[in-house]
C-alpha cells in the first residue's frame, strides 16, 4: 500500500509564500501523474495541480501563482504557492491522479488578510 506523507504547511500572511512536499513510498512513483489536492472547510475536495511527465496542469484559481514538480529520485512532489490569498486556506493533499483510495493526513495552509 502506497504511503503519502505532507508536509510544509502553515499560517502565512495573504501575499506571502509556502512550499509544500509530499514523499510517497513505492517503487513506481516516477511512472505515475501526481497532483495536489485540498479541501477547505465545509467543502468539497479539489484537484489543484498535476504533474504528468513533462506536463503540469492547474485549476483556473491558481494559475500563475502555483508551481507543482516532482523530483522522481526522491519519490517527492512540490507544490510552491506564491502570493497566498485567504481562499486558500485548507488542508492539501497529495495523491495520484486520478486519486488513490490511500490519502495522507494532508498539510494545513491557513492564510491571513
Known amino acids: 500500500q502506497v504511503q503519502l506523507v505532507e508536509s510544509g504547511g502553515g499560517l502565512v500572511q495573504a501575499g506571502g509564500s509556502l512550499r509544500l512536499s509530499c514523499v510517497a513510498s513505492g517503487s513506481i512513483f516516477s511512472l505515475l501523474a501526481m497532483a495536489w489536492y485540498r479541501q477547505a472547510p465545509g467543502k468539497q475536495r479539489e484537484l489543484v495541480a498535476v504533474t504528468s511527465g513533462s506536463s503540469t496542469s492547474y485549476v483556473e484559481s491558481v494559475k500563475g501563482r502555483f508551481t507543482i514538480s516532482r523530483d522522481n529520485a526522491k519519490n517527492t512532489v512540490y507544490l510552491q504557492m506564491n502570493s497566498l490569498k485567504p481562499e486558500d486556506t485548507a488542508v492539501y493533499y497529495c495523491?495520484?491522479?486520478?486519486?488513490?483510495?490511500?490519502w495522507g493526513q494532508g498539510t494545513q495552509v491557513t492564510v491571513s488578510s
Open positions: 495523491n495520484f491522479a486520478p486519486p488513490g483510495r490511500s
